[in-house]
């Protein structure tokens, strides 16, 4: 007990497009009710191309959950691909927000 594995505090940043059904049903809602329940900075936005784009920061096990939950969306989403991929941590997010469709 007490002991720490060596990951658990590691800072990872995650980019991701989620693909599907998932505009119009709560998607970004979702992904910032996440987001606080995780302790997690970033974004979340919605993409012309019907996508919804997501970039998130924090210890790698909540953002590693994020990511579990991106592949579920909300009730009235369906998920048919997330593109994800890792970054090294951004200085610059110090709190979650929606930002504007682009």
């Known amino acids: 007990m007490g002991e720490t ?30 987001a606080a329940r995780l302790g997690l900075s970033g974004w979340v936005r919605n993409r012309i191309n019907g996508s919804v784009e997501v970039m998130a920061q924090g210890p790698r096990p909540a953002v590693e959950t994020l990511l579990s939950a991106l592949h579920r969306g909300p009730a009235m989403a369906y998920v048919t691909k997330v593109e994800a991929e890792w970054l090294p941590p951004d200085p610059e997010l110090k709190s979650f927000r929606v930002r504007f469709t682009m």
């Open 5 to 34: 594995q060596g990951n658990e505090e590691e800072i990872v940043r995650l980019h991701a497009f989620v693909r599907g059904r998932v505009q119009g049903v709560g998607f970004r809602n979702f992904v910032m009710n996440q």
